[in-house]
């Protein structure tokens, strides 16, 4: 078993969240989001669940931030919904909780790693067409500078977005997430706003002086089916993981990706990819499973996954520890070279239920340490890896899923909002220190 002093000395280690899934959206004078107008929908959110309430972590912020203690840094998202409610107007009881919440994490020896969108869009701007919108870009320069103007003067680090792939394909394209549309031109617009809406955040940050600018990706490992799969693969491989990476470390779409969107992308979007490729200081690296892929008739990009019986977590995501290891090597040969990479999200739900006040989840301890080996394989091989971050600290709104999933390291019971450490922080935490 690896060990903490296999890692580099500077090595962060950390834990994620983000705003909509913990803070209780209905406090501090947030407006709605995106997701409230999507969970109002018959059948999109399990039992119609929203964030009004989730870990009411608004509260109680500083309770949480004391379970953190001994680890190196947090990751969480500012919500573009609190600090502007209409999309337009400043709520300054926004920016004063996120203020007070940077000020608690320092205090506690941890770095803010700060993510601005982790996918809480303002209803208004939704209404104007929302990342379908080319105006999107800049009113997200518009609230980056909000935020800051703020908090900017204590930021250890900044992400623009998180999944640009859910935010785009997996809202518009597949409408698994808000706003559940299932369009490719719909889609392709998407794809294209997100990354120019990063790009024009990155300018609005540089022009501040702020350093360690990144973005957030999430990748799938992958597998064929049969051998006759393996075109399906490349598909599949060039939208899930190679879709945003090109354009942001080469300034072009993959062919196989153009293949099926070139007719959809918003005309002229070759002169936005120089803002898009602008230099990032770090890459993000979401990484939680492998899929089986096999071709599908109709249109493109004609795949589908298989199920298969590998051991899954309670989302029925298939456990594969070595597709971060192919991941991070297929990064650094592909596209990022010894740009830093962070893994920024890593985790499993289970269905955790409390005996006796104990969590016993050896299959999360299992999922974590296996993936940490396969992180400090790749920088025993020269990779330049930085940081690591579960996901999630608590347990929290799992989207589409509501309230079921629990990927926390710290059970919450949300009719008494009590936190529970579960096993696997606590072997997690003694792992830290040793
Ligand atoms: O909960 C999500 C998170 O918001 C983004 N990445 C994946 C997690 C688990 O599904």
Avoid at 305 to 320: F, L
Wanted: glycine share 8%.
């Amino acid at each position: 078993m690896i060990t903490r002093k296999d890692f580099p000395e500077a090595f962060l280690f950390g834990a994620a969240t983000s705003a909509y899934q913990i803070e209780g959206h209905g406090f501090g004078g947030a407006g709605p989001t995106i997701w409230d107008t999507f969970a109002a929908q018959p059948g999109r959110v399990v039992n119609g669940e929203t964030g009004a309430i989730a870990c009411d972590h608004y509260h109680r912020y500083e309770a949480d931030l004391d379970l953190l203690k001994g680890l190196d840094a947090y990751r969480f998202s500012t919500s573009w919904a609190r600090v502007m409610p209409d999309g337009r107007t400043v709520n300054q009881a926004g920016l004063d909780y996120y203020d007070r919440l940077v000020d608690a994490t320092l205090a506690r020896g941890l770095k803010p790693f700060l993510t601005l969108y982790h996918w809480d869009m303002p209803a208004a701007l939704g209404a104007l067409g929302g990342w379908e919108n080319r105006d999107v870009a800049r009113w997200f320069g518009d609230y980056t500078d909000a935020v800051m103007d703020r908090i900017g003067d204590r930021m250890a680090s900044t992400a623009t977005i998180n999944e640009p792939w859910c935010v785009s394909w997996l809202s518009h394209f597949l409408g698994h997430h808000a706003p559940g549309k299932q369009d490719i031109t719909a889609g392709a617009r998407a794809v294209h706003h997100v990354l120019l809406a990063h790009g024009e955040a990155m300018e609005r940050l540089r022009a501040r002086g702020q350093k360690n600018l990144g973005i957030v990706l999430n990748f799938e490992a992958s597998q064929p089916a049969t051998p006759q799969d393996t075109p399906a693969i490349a598909r599949f491989d060039a939208i899930m993981n190679r879709m945003f990476i090109e354009p942001l470390t080469k300034g072009r779409y993959p062919e196989l990706v153009l293949e099926g969107l070139d007719a959809h992308l918003p005309e002229n979007w070759q002169d936005d990819m120089a803002r898009i490729s602008a230099p990032l200081d770090w890459l993000g690296v979401n990484y939680y499973t492998r899929q089986t892929i096999t071709e599908a008739p109709g249109p493109w990009p004609r795949y589908t996954m298989r199920k298969t019986d590998a051991p899954k977590t309670q989302m029925g995501w298939d456990i594969y520890p070595e597709g971060l290891g192919e991941t991070l090597k297929m990064l650094r040969q592909d596209y990022t070279a010894d740009l830093p990479l962070f893994v920024t999200e890593n985790g499993m739900a289970w269905d955790d239920s409390p005996q006796d006040g104990v969590i016993d989840d050896p299959a999360r301890s299992d999922y974590l340490f296996s993936h940490l080996a396969q992180i400090q394989s790749a920088i025993a091989g020269g990779a330049n890896i930085q940081g690591y971050f579960y996901w999630s600290l608590l347990d929290n709104f799992e989207w589409a899923f509501g309230y079921e999933k629990r990927f926390g390291m710290i059970h919450v019971d949300f009719e008494t909002q009590e936190r529970t450490p579960k096993n696997s922080f606590h072997a997690f935490k003694s792992w830290l220190s040793a």
